[in-house]
């Protein structure tokens, strides 16, 4: 039996049509990518993440010689505010990335497969969704309302 999925999301054409908070994610997102680690791909990722208490962290990629021993910018931020806020729940995470040198041809760019399982582990373990927006540097921007969107077949605890 053949069955389909469909996700719905949003599509902001412009940071005018995003909210305060959302432009608030947006900027600090842009500010992390600028202090990206990415001599060998110059692939420049940062992202903000909003906790339920109001506070925003940030993180960016970080790239190593020795691959795959880098980490994404994703994960560097929810990793580093699930060993300092453990009981934290996170909100909204905004992701802007790209080559270094950012054309306005880039599309949006989604969290990598590895930073899909990783959110999908603090949505499971909160218990809540988080929602997730994904952009460019032309002002693009894709929101989704869980990770589940866009890894609607994940792997959590409920399987071990």
């Avoid at 992202?47 to 790239?63: D, I, T, Y």
Wanted: aromatic share 14%; glycine share 6%.
């Amino acid at each position: 039996m053949k069955k389909d999925i469909k996700i719905s999301y949003e599509h902001f054409k412009g940071r005018n049509e995003l909210s305060e908070i959302e432009n608030r994610l947006f900027e600090q997102a842009i500010q992390a990518r600028e202090n990206a680690y990415a001599p060998y791909s110059n692939f420049f990722v940062g992202c903000a993440v909003l906790l339920e208490n109001g506070e925003v962290f940030s993180g960016n990629n970080q790239e190593n010689a020795a691959f795959p021993s880098g980490l994404c910018a994703e994960r560097t931020a929810l990793f580093w505010i699930g060993a300092n806020f453990p009981d934290q729940i996170v909100k909204k995470i905004f992701i802007v990335g790209g080559p270094k040198e950012f054309s306005e041809k880039n599309p949006p760019i989604p969290p990598c497969g590895a930073c899909r399982q990783s959110i999908i582990e603090y949505e499971t373990k909160q218990n809540k969704n988080i929602e997730l927006y994904f952009s460019n540097l032309n002002d693009e921007v894709i929101k989704v309302g869980s990770i589940k969107d866009l890894l609607p077949f994940y792997f959590d605890g409920t399987f071990l």
